[in-house]
């Protein structure tokens, strides 16, 4: 089974903009690669890291770290429904709530809940993967 890891625009920022943090985003995207893991952004977190990264390093610059990135990264989908989810719902910072409401999160984290009541059931000790 393969393991989607999601990096949310302060982690691609972190990264690209070579901030605090960014050793650690390296690390993980490194063992992703050998580990066949799935690492995925959001369109929204594209546009928004581009835009911030135009500011300080210029747009020839940012665009070729957009490039870099988006080689050992999928790129979420974001519908209509995806945004009605996201209009709805109890979140209180609209772009948290348009990434959550993808659909494949949302199966993420539906068998990330049924893994939590099976090991609770087992009394295994579970172990949870940090969403970036």
């Known amino acids: 089974m393969i393991s989607k890891i999601f990096f949310d625009t302060n982690a691609i920022m972190d990264f690209l903009g070579e901030r605090k943090?960014?050793?650690?985003?390296g690390k993980i995207?490194?063992?992703?690669?050998?580990?066949?893991?799935?690492?995925?952004?959001?369109p929204v977190s594209?546009?928004?890291?581009?835009?911030?990264l135009t500011k300080t390093l210029g747009k020839e610059t940012a665009l070729q770290k957009?490039?870099?990135?988006?080689?050992?990264?999928?790129?979420s989908e974001i519908n209509d429904e995806v945004v009605?989810?996201?209009?709805?719902s109890d979140f209180s910072d609209?772009?948290?709530?348009l990434q959550y409401s993808a659909p494949w999160l949302?199966?993420?984290?539906s068998s990330l809940q049924k893994m939590k009541r099976i090991s609770a059931k087992q009394k295994f000790r579970f172990?949870?993967?940090?969403?970036f």
Request: glycine fraction near 2%.
């Open 21 to 25: 943090g960014a050793l650690e985003i």
């Open 29 to 42: 995207i490194s063992i992703s690669e050998n580990r066949a893991w799935k690492i995925f952004i959001s």
């Open 46 to 52: 594209i546009a928004t890291t581009f835009y911030l």
């Open 66 to 75: 957009i490039k870099l990135f988006k080689q050992f990264s999928c790129v």
């Open 84 to 88: 009605n989810k996201a209009i709805n």
């Open 94 to 97: 609209f772009e948290d709530a």
């Open 106 to 109: 949302q199966v993420a984290m």
């Open 127 to 131: 172990s949870t993967l940090l969403i």
